[in-house]
């Protein structure tokens, strides 16, 4: 199980961190690789970041490259969305999801992913 959390209303520029704990042994969570994704009404759900099960490894979509931050604690059982400057067009529902990683390439596409968390909103007033 997946659950993200850590969303908000916050105003233009300002930076929020999201979180996603997985509720599995820490070994499993380590086997996977995560990712976030993001889905505003009417849209269709889009990637956002992927980091390996190691964290030597990460993905942006071109929108968030150098303002997002993709991280993880194992030992923790989290992953982490840093998000600075944040834009308006941030807003978003946005959700985690891990796959069991097979050391390729990391995934894009929302079919790649296996388990999804819940959502948690971010606003982003201008």
């Known amino acids: 199980q997946l659950q993200a959390y850590g969303g908000g209303l916050v105003q233009a520029g300002e930076s929020l961190r999201l979180s996603c704990a997985a509720s599995?042994?820490?070994?499993?969570?380590?086997?996977?690789?995560m990712g976030w994704f993001r889905q505003a009404p009417g849209k269709e759900r889009e990637f956002v970041a992927a980091?390996?099960?190691?964290?030597?490894?990460?993905l942006y979509a071109d929108s968030v490259k150098g303002r997002f931050t993709i991280s993880r604690d194992n030992a923790k059982n989290t992953v982490y969305l840093q998000m600075n400057s944040l834009k308006p067009e941030d807003t978003a529902l946005y959700f985690c999801?891990?796959?069991?990683?097979?050391?390729?390439?990391?995934?894009?596409?929302?079919?790649?992913?296996?388990?999804w968390g819940q959502g948690t909103q971010v606003t982003v007033s201008s």
């Open positions: 999801a891990a796959y069991n990683d097979e050391r390729k390439q990391l995934r894009f596409s929302p079919y790649g992913y296996a388990y």
């Open positions: 599995t042994h820490t070994r499993t969570f380590s086997s996977y690789a």
């Open positions: 980091m390996n099960w190691n964290g030597g490894s990460t």
